[in-house]
């Protein structure tokens, strides 16, 4: 299984340039298509087969574990998602958009997997590809306004610290929602209300408005491996998302969004109090030990500095984000 992952990632690598560039599908949000193409019949037979079956039973439960059709090298398995908010008839109207996107040319792709905002569709003729729970391909995307929370600012680490914590809280609250109490593997969360902290001694006003956002796993996942892939994804997004407003990190099987403006049908699953703001509190005493915490805290991040370089480059080796803007912000089908 490992073994296969760095031609998947080479070749993926290649075709996001080509494809991410030039042709995207006129609603389509990411793409990864093996270059390597078939025309072969029997593979594209049962290409069909497997694709009407993820189609019948992701519409009517919202998913649909990894399925194999065929044998020996006509073999392919797959699966599909839709995000848990979406009804049966939007979720078979982007899964039906997948695959006339896939199939409509003589050759086709023998390995793909096509992302929409409400879908996702993978398959490949490498069923261990798709049992696997590696989350690369994965791609950053921010909320193309590029606006950060109001107070941001990197010169003064409280407030960075603040709005750190809340985004912090709700990402971690909605990845335990969507890992362990949700029968879809999909979970949804706001702040409860937004908050305003102005500390006069340093004229800083920091703001954090009411954030929204959801997660989602593959369904093949336990729990616990799905909480892991989520907290893999958050510790990426906060690692770089610079306060802006909005983003998301899509991977091949997990994904989660953030938003300051309702993005998803229905209520929350859950409501998240944001919290940094009043613990910091407004007078000097709390504000000095927050200083003694980050002070501290810096202490021991720089004797940690040379094991997490270590780590850094081993994982940069085998695995990378790709980061970009997002180009078409409005959901469709
Ligand atoms: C497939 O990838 C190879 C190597 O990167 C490249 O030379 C070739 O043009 C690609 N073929 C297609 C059809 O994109
Ligand atoms: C197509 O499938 C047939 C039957 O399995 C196989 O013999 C043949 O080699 C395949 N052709 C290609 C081009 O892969
Ligand atoms: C799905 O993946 C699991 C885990 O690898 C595997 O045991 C099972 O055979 C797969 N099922 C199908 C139908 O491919
Ligand atoms: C599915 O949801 C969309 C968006 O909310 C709505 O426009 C559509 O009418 C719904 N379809 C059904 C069959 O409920
Ligand atoms: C199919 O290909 C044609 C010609 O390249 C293109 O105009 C059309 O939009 C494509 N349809 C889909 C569903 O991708
Ligand atoms: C999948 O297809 C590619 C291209 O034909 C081939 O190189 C690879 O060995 C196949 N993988 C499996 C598991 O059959
Ligand atoms: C948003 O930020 C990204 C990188 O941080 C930059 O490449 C891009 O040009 C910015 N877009 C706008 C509209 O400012
Ligand atoms: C695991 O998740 C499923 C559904 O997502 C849930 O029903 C079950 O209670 C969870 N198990 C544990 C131990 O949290
Ligand atoms: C805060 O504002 C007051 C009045 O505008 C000014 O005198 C003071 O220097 C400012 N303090 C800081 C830390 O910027
Ligand atoms: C904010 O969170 C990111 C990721 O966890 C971290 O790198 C950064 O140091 C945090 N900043 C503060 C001030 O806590
Ligand atoms: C970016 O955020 C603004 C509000 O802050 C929202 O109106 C817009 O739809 C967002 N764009 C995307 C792609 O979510």
């Known amino acids: 299984m490992h073994n296969s992952t760095p031609l998947f990632l080479s070749l993926f690598h290649t075709l996001l340039s080509l494809h991410l560039t030039s042709a995207i599908p006129s609603s389509s949000l990411l793409q990864y298509v093996h270059n390597f193409t078939t025309t072969n019949s029997t593979y594209r037979s049962n290409l069909g087969e497997l694709f009407s079956f993820l189609d019948k039973e992701t519409a009517a439960k919202g998913f ?4 194999t059709v065929g044998v020996a090298e006509n073999q392919i ?3 599909a998602l839709c995000r848990g908010d979406i009804n049966a008839s939007d979720c078979a109207a982007c899964l039906d958009q997948s695959f006339r996107y896939i199939t409509n040319g003589s050759s086709f792709p023998k390995e793909a997997a ?10 490949s003729n490498d069923s261990s590809l798709i ?3 590696d989350n690369f391909p994965r791609f950053l995307m921010w909320n193309i306004t590029n606006q950060t929370f109001s107070g941001w600012d990197k010169s003064k680490e409280f407030t960075i610290f603040s709005i750190n914590n809340t985004l912090h809280k709700l990402l971690t609250n909605v990845a335990d929602q969507t890992a362990f109490h949700s029968a879809k593997w999909f979970g949804t969360g706001v702040t409860k209300n937004s908050a305003t902290l102005e500390i006069g001694r340093d004229n800083v006003t920091v703001s ?13 996942f336990p729990n616990d491996t799905c909480r892991d892939c989520l907290q893999d994804l958050i510790i990426d997004l906060l690692g770089s998302y610079d306060g802006r407003r909005g983003g998301r990190i899509v991977g091949i099987k997990c994904n989660l969004r953030y938003e300051t403006y309702p993005f998803y049908y229905g209520n929350p699953d859950i409501l998240i109090d944001s919290v ?9 005493g ?12 810096t202490v021991v991040l720089l004797i940690l500095s040379c094991f997490t370089i270590i780590l850094w480059i081993r994982k ?5 984000t790709d980061i970009f803007q997002e180009e078409n912000a409005i959901p469709t089908s």
Not at 286 to 297: K, Q, T
């Open 64 to 67: 649909s574990e990894n399925s």
């Open 286 to 297: 709390g504000i000095n030990r927050l200083l003694a915490i980050i002070i501290s805290v």
């Open 114 to 123: 096509i992302w929409y905002h409400f879908c996702l569709l993978q398959y």
């Open 77 to 79: 398995s797959g699966l």
């Open 208 to 220: 954090v408005p009411v954030i929204y956002s959801l997660s989602q796993c593959t369904p093949n």
């Open 131 to 133: 049992a696997s729970t």
């Open 316 to 320: 940069t080796r085998s695995t990378e």
């Open 276 to 284: 940094p703001i009043t613990d910091i509190g407004g007078n000097k």
